[in-house]
């Protein structure tokens, strides 16, 4: 094989009381020294079922300026689905590993589709203690279905039909998020791509690690994405910096947690935070995630909406195509 998953890492005699030197993180990044334990607030969660459209809005629009990140509660996706989600992506990935690397993103290849270990590029040559998966969901035009696993033999049918169901929480968070800057309802949709909009799944696997403490399933980062939904498993990880700390993500069953990204924050000029956050690894149990990154096409141009600039509010942001933004994003170059 000529790629070690960190599955198989875990696996082997090679990572019994300690990991492999590249995994281990600078002393600024190793959760051990710098997450926060001391008196927080909880990442906000809203209610979809509250009866006051306007506090919604206005709850939302408050997360996405000051935090970046929320948590949605009764936002429709059935329970049940979620679930078997869960269970389909933790079904793929016990899968013996020549049968996973079936799906292996091709050598070279420009799409992030496929099984893999590593995306983008790491500074000082550590790697990620993850594995994931990538698929487009959404639209049916840009889905390959090559990278879509086989086995479990409901695996395509649960993912369409989460796709179905997500698109409609979607729609709602593009029309509030848009009201809550005092816009029309479909202008930040639209401002990304309208109804091209991809829906990029991915699945984060994260094995048990021998030493939690010196490593990161993902290291700091914003999405690039415009917006991101994410499913998380029961077992703690996501970590979110704010006001100069790392601080823990608290589980709640059903919930989705949504990330403002990148480009809603170019969009808005600013006023909406795409959201820092990072994800450390259990000693004991293996985490799992599953967001959906909503990116425009890769010839979509995103820039500051008009509405929101004036003589006295220039754009902080240049317009750019989609493509190159995720190129200047993965090789670390600099975007303006």
């Known amino acids: 094989m000529e790629v070690e998953r960190v599955q198989a890492i875990v696996s082997s005699s090679l990572a019994k009381d300690n990991i492999p030197l590249e995994f281990v993180r600078p002393e600024d990044e190793q959760p051990a020294i710098t997450t926060f334990h001391g008196l927080i607030p909880d990442i906000p969660v809203i209610d979809f079922n509250h009866p006051d459209q306007d506090h919604i809005i206005h709850l939302i629009a408050n997360a996405s300026r000051d935090w970046g990140i ?10 049940h689905l979620i679930q078997k989600l869960q269970q389909v992506g933790k079904e793929f990935f016990d899968l013996p590993q020549e049968e996973k690397e079936v799906y292996a993103k091709p050598p070279g290849a420009l799409t992030l589709e496929g099984y893999g270990s590593k995306i983008g590029k790491d500074v000082n040559g550590k790697k990620n203690w993850a594995d994931h998966l990538f ?10 279905h090559q990278f ?6 409901s695996y395509r049918a649960v993912n369409e ?4 169901e997500v698109r409609k929480v979607v729609d709602k968070l593009f029309k509030w998020l848009a009201m809550g800057l005092g816009l ?7 401002g990304v791509g309208g109804e091209e909009i991809e829906y ?4 984060n696997y994260y094995p048990p690690c021998p030493r939690p403490d010196l490593t990161l399933g993902v290291t700091s980062h914003t999405d690039l994405s415009a917006m991101t939904v994410l499913v998380p498993n029961e077992v703690p990880g996501l970590q979110v910096f704010k ?11 059903g919930a989705l947690i949504i990330h403002i990204g990148d480009q809603i924050e170019i969009l808005s000029n600013g006023k909406y935070k795409a959201v820092l956050h990072r994800t450390t690894v259990d000693k004991e149990k293996t985490r799992m995630s599953w967001p959906v990154f909503l990116e425009p096409p890769g010839e979509f ?7 929101l600039l004036d003589p006295q509010i220039p754009p902080k942001y240049k317009p750019k195509k989609f493509k190159d933004y995720s190129y200047c994003k993965f090789h670390k170059l600099p975007q303006y």
């Open 301 to 307: 141009v995103v820039g500051p909406l008009p509405q």
């Open 161 to 164: 039909e989460y796709a179905q």
């Open 148 to 153: 879509w696993p086989k086995n479990p033999p």
């Open 184 to 190: 029309e309802a479909d202008v930040l949709k639209q």
């Open 70 to 79: 929320f948590q949605v509660v009764n936002h429709g996706i059935p329970f």
């Open 243 to 253: 006001d100069g700390h790392w601080i823990d993500a608290k589980y709640i069953p």
């Open 200 to 203: 990029l799944m991915k699945i």
């Open 135 to 144: 698929h487009k969901i959404w639209p049916a035009s840009c889905i390959n």
